[in-house]
């Protein structure tokens, strides 16, 4: 017999930043950085990150952050439960290669995703 899955009630506030123009293999472990933090601190790690990644996802966190002030959320009791980083779309481009051959230049999109809720 399978269990049950465990519905969580509280309500969720999520962002996206879609088609950012960075790889998700960068985007990634800045990301790892912030699962799971409340909002105020994932904001002040995100600052001293030298990472061009964490601009992008300050930028979603903090629009998650204005989605939950405007639904009437306390922005202090909110902590990052999900933040993914999906591969997104590809620029092709070609590149001369050795004896006359093209080689591919493969420019990648990255989309950042992050859902806040409410402190347990």
């Known amino acids: 017999m399978a ?3 465990q519905v969580d009630s509280r309500p969720a506030y999520r962002a996206a930043h879609k088609q950012c123009r960075m790889s998700v293999y960068k985007v990634r472990p800045v990301i790892d950085l912030i699962r799971g933090m409340d ?6 790690v995100l600052k001293f990150t030298k990472k061009r990644a964490a601009l992008y996802i300050d930028r979603a966190l903090l629009s998650a952050m204005a989605n939950a002030q405007q639904a009437g959320a306390d922005v202090q009791d909110l902590v990052v439960a999900e933040a ?5 779309p ?4 070609w590149k001369a290669g050795p004896h006359g051959r093209a080689r591919p230049i493969l420019k990648r999109r990255s989309h950042i995703e ?3 809720k409410p402190r347990q």
């Open 114 to 116: 992050i859902v806040l």
């Open 3 to 5: 269990k049950k899955k």
């Open 84 to 88: 993914t980083a999906d591969g997104g």
């Open 90 to 93: 590809q620029f092709k481009r």
């Open 39 to 44: 909002a105020g601190q994932a904001r002040e």
